[in-house]
T-cell receptor
């Protein structure tokens, strides 16, 4: 089946620290992979995505590489800011299944000055 | 992009009552969906809202409990019927554009007492 396992939080970092949020997946075929971010009081926003193996998605200083061999899509940022405090969701959309997204449970990140 | 608004943003309801949640998009979209996010869990797809026809429900969700309407390309409603405390969740509207980009609304936080 399809599933996403995401690093449990909450995560607390100091400003300018390095961030890694682990995400691994199980899927049939070759899914598309996503990271969504949810800021307090707002809806989920697409942060980045990758649609095939070895693709690297990047946005706002965040990066994630689609690793087929390890079935992973870890989110990284070299230097976090207070404004990055949010909940981060890893998700996959299987190929040819149309509508279904599979989400991880979310990782809450708090960045302190 | 697509901007999604939901009403109400939150509500506290009594057991046995029903609540209708509205979702409005600022542009015509190909597809609209309803998700549920139970406390401490990941998002789960409830159904795909189809314009002019019955919604397509995922396994574990039925029309009698979660009737859905979609009268046009920018609006949908989800009703949570005969509520019980187990229905306490965040309900999110989501849309997919012609460019296959997926957006999520801010969610409706429902508490059933």
């Amino acid at each position: 089946g399809n599933s996403v396992t995401q690093m449990e939080g909450p995560v607390t970092l100091s400003e300018e620290a390095f961030l890694t949020i682990n995400c691994t997946y199980t899927a049939t075929g070759y899914p598309s992979l996503f990271w969504y971010v949810q800021y307090p009081g707002e809806g989920l926003q697409l942060l980045l995505k990758a649609t095939k193996a070895d693709d690297k998605g990047s946005n706002k200083g965040f990066e994630a590489t689609y690793r087929k061999e390890t079935t992973s899509f870890h989110l990284e940022k070299g230097s976090v800011q207070v404004s990055d405090s949010a909940v981060y969701f890893c998700a996959l959309r299987p190929l040819n299944t149309g509508n279904q997204f599979y989400f991880g449970t979310g990782t809450s990140l708090t960045v302190i000055p | 992009s697509a901007v999604i608004s939901q009403k109400p943003s939150r509500d506290i309801c009594q057991r046995g009552t029903s609540l209708t949640i509205q979702c409005q998009v600022d542009s015509q979209v190909t597809m609209m969906f309803w998700y549920r996010q139970q406390p401490g869990q990941s998002l789960t797809l409830i159904a795909t809202a189809n314009q002019g026809s019955e919604a397509t429900y995922e396994s574990g969700f039925v029309i009698d409990k979660f009737p859905i309407s979609r009268p046009n390309l920018t609006f949908s409603t989800l009703t949570v019927s005969n509520m019980s405390p187990e229905d306490s969740s965040i309900y999110l509207c989501s849309v997919r554009t012609d460019r296959a980009e997926q957006y999520f609304g801010p969610g409706t936080r429902l508490t059933v007492t």
